[in-house]
């Protein structure tokens, strides 16, 4: 099941859109204003952000630009009732995926969603960096570094981070981590998973006891989010 965030502050579009969208089978969060809208599309893992340009407290410009700028990829259709072109070129600049003008019809949304999410990568393919909040990964060096400073990763939690990374959004299983990053010939249990994955936390995330990046999804795994 998708998941996606719906970032609106009228409540009967919001009602009229989480109805619909939940009847289509998507997973739907709301909120309502930009703050908490940017909080939510960063720290936790969504499939789509459906984001409206006029929120209280902070506009969807600005929450789409803080968004990217923390290394956020996931796909942003804007939701707007300004038709105006410069509007969409600001919107297209700053990296949204898609823009609808309201009043639109449900079936075009619909199918912008859809296609958006056809087209979202499963996996990413990082060349040589990466960068998420203030964590920076080097794949050529095999360095990581936090706000500048240098994290002392193990090769297995660098080969761990790597493959989340490469995966970003996917939900991997243990078993999956274990014959990935592990290997088929090793005998590790799940457990040592779990046990890296803390240990991984600890060094990259702002506050391990929440972390934002690495998500346990429960029941099934983890999901890298950052």
Same mark, same amino acid.
Do not use: C
């Given at each position: 099941?998708?998941?996606?965030?719906? $970032?609106?502050?009228?409540? &009967? =579009?919001? @009602?009229?859109?989480? %109805?619909?969208? !939940?009847?289509?089978?998507?997973? /739907? #969060?709301?909120?309502?204003?930009?703050?908490?809208?940017?909080?939510?599309?960063?720290?936790?893992?969504?499939?789509?952000?459906?984001?409206?340009?006029?929120?209280?407290?902070?506009?969807?410009?600005?929450?789409?630009?803080?968004?990217?700028?923390?290394?956020?990829?996931?796909?942003?259709?804007?939701?707007?009732?300004?038709?105006?072109? $410069?509007?969409?070129?600001? &919107? =297209?600049? @700053?990296?949204?995926? %898609?823009?609808? !003008?309201?009043?639109?019809?449900? /079936? #075009?949304?619909?199918?912008?969603?859809?296609?958006?999410?056809?087209?979202?990568?499963?996996?990413?393919?990082?060349?040589?960096?990466?960068?998420?909040?203030?964590?920076?990964?080097?794949?050529?060096?095999?360095?990581?570094?936090?706000?500048?400073?240098?994290?002392?990763?193990?090769?297995?939690?660098?080969?761990?981070?790597?493959?989340? $990374?490469?995966?970003?959004?996917?939900?991997?299983?243990?078993?999956?981590?274990?014959?990935?990053?592990?290997?088929?010939?090793?005998?590790?249990?799940?457990?040592?998973?779990?046990?890296?994955?803390?240990?991984?936390?600890?060094?990259?995330?702002?506050?391990?006891?929440?972390?934002?990046?690495?998500?346990?999804?429960?029941?099934?795994?983890?999901?890298?989010?950052?």
């Amino acid at each position: 099941m998708k998941r996606l965030l719906l $970032i609106e502050d009228e409540p &009967g =579009l919001v @009602l009229t859109l989480r %109805d619909r969208l !939940t009847r289509e089978g998507y997973l /739907v #969060e709301t909120t309502g204003d930009g703050d908490s809208g940017l909080e939510r599309a960063a720290g936790e893992a969504f499939d789509l952000v459906l984001l409206d340009v006029m929120l209280p407290r902070l506009n969807g410009f600005d929450v789409l630009r803080d968004l990217r700028k923390r290394g956020v990829d996931t796909p942003v259709i804007m939701l707007t009732a300004k038709g105006q072109v $410069i509007d969409k070129v600001v &919107g =297209l600049k @700053l990296g949204a995926d %898609d823009y609808v !003008t309201k009043p639109f019809e449900m /079936v #075009e949304l619909l199918a912008r969603i859809e296609a958006k999410l056809r087209r979202a990568p499963l996996m990413a393919h990082p060349s040589e960096g990466y960068q998420f909040g203030d964590v920076r990964v080097d794949f050529r060096r095999a360095e990581v570094t936090r706000a500048g400073a240098p994290l002392e990763l193990s090769a297995r939690e660098f080969q761990l981070l790597k493959y989340f $990374i490469e995966h970003r959004g996917a939900t991997l299983t243990r078993e999956e981590l274990l014959n990935e990053v592990w290997g088929y010939n090793s005998m590790p249990s799940t457990r040592t998973v779990d046990v890296h994955v803390a240990w991984l936390r600890q060094k990259i995330e702002p506050n391990p006891r929440h972390p934002q990046h690495v998500l346990t999804i429960h029941g099934m795994g983890y999901k890298f989010a950052g």
